[in-house]
């Protein structure tokens, strides 16, 4: 797949039709891949797909543009919240169509987009631990915000979410987690179109000139603050669609899955799966859920005490990410991703210096060919 991708790049093919080609494939391989996958899998699948929404924004915004957030969790509660809302006052008034949820996707993004409006104005005029300390502020107070707004967000308990079932053309045994997994890859795969055709443009290049050095974008005629600004909200948009992704597999929302471990996990997704690749976001949303997958498994093969067990279910997956983002990067900086490209030209290098065939040497005991005599 990446090797087609440098070819098209190579060819004519406009940035727009070879993304558009992109989904495309991958919407036909991931669609077939639900129905080769149970339904636990199905839901993993969906619970990537979430994680990859926000963590896709978040690769742009610090990658790109060399801004660290430390608070997209928060943002991504703002638009799980307002799912939720939304789509208990449809099923308050008895409206259960399928569109409902789009819309109710689309409220949470432009809360979550204009929340990431205020935090960006503010982050415009921050740099480095400033920054990082703010959003760290904005994904602690998420909880006390919850508490005080019992009324409307139910305090700690939190609120379930209404939403219709599975479309009766699908068939009466088409199982929900499929039907998730869907809504889940459609959101992930138009995020990365946004995502990477907004990269690969001319804002693309202005958040990287002012990446690596803001000093020489500003003298270039760079709009600094304004450039850093919308890339929060483009990122924070992307964290309210993924929170509200979030609600709509889990059918419930509460403080306690949005808080401050939610944040530093996407951040280690970036890093781990290589900042400022959108491939990367994938290898580190996937990662994400596999590792605590992988923690479960193994916390349930050990005879443990029940408190023990739940303790190391809590806090070993972090541990084993913080782990593996040691390891990476000492051994591969640019994660994996960068491993893997690097992997490829390996390869690619091999085999064009491989001789596509042998020089033709003549036999030993072949005779040397007769001077040509010239007659003068």
Same mark, same amino acid.
């Given at each position: 797949?990446?090797?087609?991708?440098?070819?098209?790049?190579?060819?004519?093919?406009?940035?727009?039709?070879?993304?558009?080609?992109?989904?495309?494939?991958?919407?036909?391989?991931?669609?077939?891949?639900?129905?080769?996958?149970?339904?636990?899998?199905?839901?993993? /699948? +969906?619970? #990537? %797909? =979430?994680? !990859?929404?926000?963590? $896709?924004?978040?690769?742009?915004?610090? *990658?790109?543009? &060399?801004?660290?957030?430390?608070?997209?969790?928060?943002?991504?509660?703002?638009?799980?919240?307002?799912?939720?809302?939304?789509?208990?006052?449809?099923?308050?008034?008895?409206?259960?169509?399928?569109?409902?949820?789009?819309?109710?996707?689309?409220?949470?993004?432009?809360?979550?987009?204009?929340?990431?409006?205020?935090?960006?104005?503010?982050?415009?005029?921050?740099?480095?631990?400033?920054?990082?300390?703010?959003?760290?502020?904005?994904?602690?107070?998420?909880?006390?915000?919850?508490?005080?707004?019992?009324?409307?967000?139910?305090?700690?308990?939190?609120?379930?979410?209404?939403?219709?079932?599975?479309?009766?053309?699908?068939?009466?045994?088409?199982?929900?987690?499929?039907?998730?997994?869907? /809504? +889940?890859? #459609? %959101? =992930?795969? !138009?995020?990365?179109? $946004?995502?990477?055709?907004?990269?690969? *443009?001319?804002? &693309?290049?202005?958040?990287?000139?002012?990446?690596?050095?803001?000093?020489?974008?500003?003298?270039?005629?760079?709009?600094?603050?304004?450039?850093?600004?919308?890339?929060?909200?483009?990122?924070?948009?992307?964290?309210?669609?993924?929170?509200?992704?979030?609600?709509?597999?889990?059918?419930?929302?509460?403080?306690?899955?949005?808080?401050?471990?939610?944040?530093?996990?996407?951040?280690?997704?970036?890093?781990?799966?290589?900042?400022?690749?959108?491939?990367?976001?994938?290898?580190?949303?996937?990662?994400?859920?596999?590792?605590?997958?992988?923690?479960?498994?193994?916390?349930?093969?050990?005879?443990?005490?029940?408190?023990?067990?739940?303790?190391?279910?809590?806090?070993?997956?972090?541990?084993?990410?913080?782990?593996?983002?040691?390891?990476?990067?000492?051994? $591969?900086?640019?994660?994996?991703?960068?491993?893997?490209?690097?992997?490829?030209?390996?390869?690619?290098?091999?085999?064009?210096?491989?001789?596509?065939?042998?020089?033709?040497?003549?036999?030993?005991?072949?005779?040397?060919?007769?001077?040509?005599?010239?007659?003068?």
């Amino acid at each position: 797949m990446t090797g087609w991708l440098h070819s098209c790049r190579r060819t004519s093919v406009p940035t727009l039709a070879r993304h558009l080609i992109g989904v495309a494939v991958a919407a036909v391989a991931l669609l077939g891949l639900t129905y080769v996958l149970d339904p636990f899998h199905d839901y993993q /699948l +969906a619970t #990537a %797909a =979430a994680y !990859l929404c926000a963590a $896709a924004g978040l690769t742009v915004l610090i *990658g790109q543009n &060399g801004q660290l957030s430390l608070g997209h969790g928060a943002l991504m509660a703002v638009g799980a919240y307002t799912l939720a809302m939304v789509q208990n006052q449809f099923g308050d008034h008895g409206v259960i169509a399928q569109w409902t949820v789009v819309v109710s996707l689309a409220a949470g993004v432009v809360t979550a987009t204009l929340a990431g409006t205020v935090i960006g104005l503010a982050a415009a005029r921050l740099r480095g631990p400033y920054l990082a300390g703010l959003t760290l502020v904005v994904a602690i107070a998420l909880p006390a915000v919850t508490t005080v707004f019992s009324g409307v967000f139910h305090g700690d308990q939190g609120m379930s979410v209404f939403l219709p079932p599975v479309p009766d053309q699908l068939g009466v045994d088409f199982p929900m987690e499929r039907w998730q997994a869907w /809504l +889940a890859v #459609a %959101a =992930a795969l !138009l995020t990365l179109l $946004a995502l990477a055709n907004l990269v690969r *443009g001319r804002f &693309g290049r202005s958040m990287r000139a002012i990446r690596d050095n803001e000093v020489a974008a500003s003298v270039a005629g760079i709009p600094v603050a304004r450039v850093q600004v919308v890339a929060f909200v483009v990122s924070a948009a992307c964290a309210g669609l993924g929170g509200g992704m979030f609600a709509v597999l889990a059918q419930s929302v509460s403080p306690d899955a949005f808080t401050l471990t939610l944040s530093l996990n996407l951040l280690l997704a970036v890093v781990v799966g290589g900042s400022g690749s959108l491939a990367g976001a994938v290898w580190g949303s996937l990662l994400l859920v596999l590792l605590r997958y992988w923690a479960d498994q193994l916390t349930g093969g050990l005879a443990l005490s029940a408190g023990l067990r739940t303790r190391l279910a809590g806090n070993l997956p972090l541990a084993v990410f913080g782990l593996l983002l040691i390891v990476v990067m000492m051994a $591969a900086p640019g994660g994996v991703q960068g491993l893997l490209s690097r992997a490829g030209r390996w390869v690619g290098g091999r085999l064009i210096r491989r001789p596509s065939h042998r020089a033709e040497v003549p036999a030993p005991d072949a005779e040397p060919p007769a001077p040509v005599v010239s007659h003068s």
